[in-house]
């Protein structure tokens, strides 16, 4: 039966065993060679001799035949699983080279959000650097600003040193004056401290915007690396073998790490330009406090001085009468601190007893160490003890300084006055013509 008989022969008929079938062909050749044997006369005896047997020929036969039928049904299974295999691995292979261009897409969205956030804050920060710019030049002017002021004050110091006899008293005028050189001092100390801080943060904004540059590059070379991958498929012409890139790199980040840099990068950014807006208002606030603050003072020591020219001839009823009223006050002060100081005296034994009482209570054995209610308000009772002799010693502080200027006056006050034309002509003529020069608001304010 020749193989594709065989073949139509099994598809039409249900398949029966190879064995059942190799079976009927061994008794059927037997049949045959028992037929022959018998028939066979002595003569042909001399003929067998080291021959082989028909049925060992039929058995051969059969090998073959069986060893050919096994042969070709395991080619063609195996051609069959072949070309199955060969399907699925070509399924899965375009799924998932699909799936790679789809993850592609996805990484080159998240980089392109990435990249426009990181531009749009870079544009934020270079904005915010030039604004800070130009505040740092308004500090600059306003510093300048100051130098004749202090100028001022200080030759008005100078002039009223000429007085003679005992109209060289600390007065008003004078005191006025020491407290406008002190602001103007420290006017130009703060503005100096705020420079300094205002050329730190214009280095950090720089610095911050230098790290969102250089990380928004990286995203735009990756993005250009992630565009040119997802446009490759298997008819680019520029594709190639590259073995020893199928493992991951030894410092690769994850992508969680890899979106924690950007934030990392665009949060202290924002910190930065967050801080700078600040300085800025600080920057409007510490111009137009310390401008108010030095107009202001000008015009005290302006009517300090007219008010002086005024008192000068009846200066000493009015001293008298100031000596008596800030007497009575340095009294009071005095009975005041001498209370102040009482009252912290006092606050000593129920600090004791309570810390007493907490040392005591650490002596509790194993679980009874337990921070109970008492324990607790033991702990807020020393708070708030220590708070109430913080605040008197503070208030006591806030007394004896008062108490010290209050004496200050007084010494000013007991000292007569003497030379007054002397005294009229260096205050009207030599200091409230000096002080006309002062400069206006808007240079104070960095405006000019």
């Known amino acids: 039966m020749s193989t594709g008989a065989l073949l139509l022969s099994r598809e039409r008929d249900p398949p029966k065993p190879v064995a059942d079938f190799f079976k009927t062909q061994t008794t059927h050749a037997d049949e045959i060679a028992a037929q022959a044997q018998a028939s066979a006369g002595l003569a042909t005896a001399g003929f067998r001799t080291s021959k082989y047997r028909p049925d060992e020929w039929h058995k051969s036969n059969y090998d073959k035949y069986y060893k050919a039928f096994a042969d070709r049904d395991i080619a063609e299974r195996l051609r069959h699983e072949s070309k199955q295999l060969a399907n699925t691995t070509e399924a899965i292979t375009q799924r998932t080279q699909a799936d790679v261009t789809k993850k592609l897409g996805e990484r080159m969205h998240d980089i392109t959000f990435w990249k426009s956030e990181l531009n749009r804050e870079i544009d934020d920060v270079i904005a915010e650097t030039d604004l800070l710019l130009a505040q740092k030049k308004r500090l600059e002017n306003a510093l300048y600003a100051t130098e004749i002021p202090y100028k001022i004050s200080l030759d008005n110091l100078e002039s009223r040193e000429r007085r003679q006899g005992v109209d060289l008293v600390r007065d008003e005028p004078e005191v006025e004056l020491v407290k406008e050189v002190e602001i103007i001092k420290s006017v130009q100390d703060l503005l100096r401290r705020t420079l300094e801080q205002t050329i730190n943060q214009i280095r950090n904004n ?243």
Request: aromatic share 4%.
């Open 206 to 448: 720089r610095d911050a915007k230098q790290n969102l540059e250089m990380d928004w590059s990286d995203k735009k070379d990756a993005l250009e690396i992630d565009d040119k991958c997802a446009r490759l498929n298997n008819q680019s012409t520029d594709i190639e073998y590259h073995p020893n890139t199928g493992q991951w790199q030894e410092f690769s980040s994850t992508p969680e790490t890899w979106a924690q840099y950007t934030h990392d990068n665009i949060v202290r950014a924002e910190q930065e330009r967050m801080a700078s807006i600040n300085l800025r208002a600080l920057i409007d606030n510490v111009i137009s406090d310390t401008s108010t603050d030095m107009h202001e003072q000008c015009n005290t020591v302006d009517t300090a001085m007219a008010k002086r020219l005024e008192e000068l001839n009846d200066a000493k009823a009015k001293l008298e009468n100031h000596l008596q009223k800030t007497l009575q006050e340095i009294a009071s002060q005095e009975k005041n601190i001498a209370m102040l100081k009482q009252a912290i005296a006092d606050k000593r034994p129920p600090m004791q007893v309570a810390q007493t009482r907490l040392h005591h209570r650490t002596s509790r054995p194993n679980v009874e160490l337990c921070r109970d209610p008492a324990a607790e308000r033991l702990l807020s009772e020393v708070t708030e003890i220590t708070e109430s002799i913080e605040a008197l010693q503070r208030k006591l502080a806030n007394a004896e300084a008062s108490l010290k200027d209050l004496m200050d006056t007084r010494m000013t006050l007991e000292k007569e006055i003497a030379v007054k034309s002397n005294s009229i002509f260096i205050d009207k003529q030599k200091v409230c013509q000096v002080r006309t020069r002062y400069p206006s608001m808007m240079k104070l304010t960095g405006y000019q």
